[in-house]
């Protein structure tokens, strides 16, 4: 009799990869359908993946906590004047 092992399956790091690159269309519901079936089929099987979304989604939360610091003024009026010419041409 042949005892079989069980092989804890890993998660395919390219998949872990595309995972990381697509979170953020992912969190904002921009992705088709199908990717999204396949990023919710990952996620099932992937520890690491799942405890990254959930960071993601934390620091998500606590972003509209901080405040913004004013823009520099000279720093705006550098852009408005960069964007000025850009739509003088």
Not at 11 to 21: G, M
Request: aromatic share 4%; charged share 35%; glycine share 6%.
């Amino acid at each position: 009799m042949r005892l079989r092992l069980r092989r804890r399956r890993r998660p395919d790091p390219l998949a872990c990869r595309e995972f990381v690159e697509l979170v953020t269309d992912y969190l904002e519901g921009a992705l088709t359908p199908e990717d999204r079936a396949r990023m919710d089929a990952h996620l099932a099987g992937c520890e690491g993946c799942t405890g990254y979304l959930e960071d993601i989604r934390a620091i998500a939360r606590s972003l509209p906590a901080v405040e913004l610091p004013p823009a520099d003024p000279a720093t705006h009026a550098t852009l408005l004047a960069a964007f000025r010419d850009v739509r003088g041409r």
